[in-house]
């Protein structure tokens, strides 16, 4: 390895980002075309990406709308491509689900409904139950983000409310031939979870949402309660009547970035380890599991040798308390700076592989054994903006943000922990 440690981790980055493109991921799943006609359809961060891809290699003909988040269009010619809010919905998100509806429902058995669904399309397709008004979605949506719950228990509660997630709209898609394209950003891959499942029946119950919505002792809109104790609530189950066919394929994951990012480390000379590709847990909490194994390893008694590299994947969670600015990946670069206490050779980057941790324009952080030091010559207390859920502002002040702007895909975390 040539670069220095923090162009070698951006640089990995970027290979993983670019391994989970819907134009290198998507070609090989595409299905034959139908006697009828094709209506393609979509929601999430990488959905104009993938329709911009799959025009590219469908002859045929086609109707198509997806929605996208704002700033992550692309130029489609037969697709038509919407913009909406994320990770709280809008008018816009909400008035491109009415369409999306209003599409399929005109399609027949001779015709093919193919779906591109990614992360991000829990809230970019949102249509509420009757008697829940967008305003109290998005009330509900900033407390579910605030909770610290995990994105399967958010998105359990989020299909319970809707009226296209929990595969609602898979059933007005009936009786045409359905086929799910998904880049999965959420940890187990489960296409029930990708977007909130609106295109795959439901096993869980309105029960479970209820649940979790105790569990996690979050405020709802009484409208929100009303609507989860009633029979509305209740999701598309498998085996219920009026299911199209249905044929899902998970073309990208976590384990598609994380791999090509093993295979150019091992070619650089670097001895790389996959820890896992779905880890899960409070931010705080895997940075300083993290930190324990770059130490060990770094000591010479741990589960490799260095020099070495470490890689994980997954979506940590964040139990807001403070008022600053930061997503799970600043919050985890954060505090693992913090574990590691300028332990020498240790360098890190945590990003979201859609290039935007939380809300801002950032996709993470790089920490370095001098970060500490260099935010403290500066007057910074590194400790009190992690209290302050303010690691965003933090890794801006010493110049170590991670800013990759949109890259249209979007397979969860990636985490990079270089030990010399």
Known sequence: ??????????????????????????????????????????????????????????????????????????????????????????????????????????????????????????????????????????????????????????????????????????????????????????????????????????????????????????????????????????????????????????IATASTALQAAQQHAEAAGIPTLILGEHIEGEARDVAKVLAGISQQIQHGNGIAHAPCLLLSGGETTVSVRGNGRGGRNVELSLALALALRGTPGIHALAGDTDGIDGIDDNAGAYISPDTLQRAEQQGLHPQAYLDNNDAHSFFSAIGDSVVTGPTLTNVNDFRAILIQ
């Open 1 to 250: 390895m040539t670069a220095t440690p923090k162009d070698f981790l951006n640089e990995l980055f970027q290979v993983a980002i670019n391994a989970a493109q819907a134009q290198r991921a998507m070609p090989a799943y595409l299905p034959s075309p139908p006697s009828g006609k094709t209506y393609v359809i979509g929601a999430g961060k990488a959905a104009a990406a993938m329709a911009q891809t799959f025009e590219q290699h469908w002859q045929g003909p086609l109707h198509g709308l997806v929605v996208t988040r704002y700033g992550h269009a692309v130029p489609c010619d037969r697709i038509e491509v919407i913009e909406a809010s994320h990770p709280v919905p809008d008018t816009a998100a909400q008035d491109a689900a009415q369409r999306v509806l209003a599409l399929v429902q005109q399609a027949t058995e001779d015709d093919l409904v193919v779906t591109l669904i990614s992360g991000g399309g829990s809230s970019l397709l949102t249509l509420p139950l009757p008697g829940i008004a967008l305003t109290d979605k998005q009330q509900l949506s900033r407390e579910l983000l605030r909770s610290g719950a995990t994105i399967q228990e958010i998105n359990c509660v989020r299909r319970h409310l809707s009226a296209i997630k929990g595969g609602r709209l898979a059933q007005a898609c009936y009786p045409a031939r359905v086929i799910n394209l998904m880049i999965s950003d959420v940890p187990g891959d489960d296409p029930t979870d990708i977007a909130s499942g609106p295109t795959v029946p439901d096993p869980t119950e309105s029960e479970d949402a209820r649940a979790m919505r105790d569990r996690y002792r979050i405020t709802v809109p009484d409208a929100v309660t009303q609507c989860l104790n009633s029979a509305a609530a209740e999701s598309v189950k498998p085996g219920a009547a009026e299911l199209p066919r249905i044929d899902t394929h998970i």
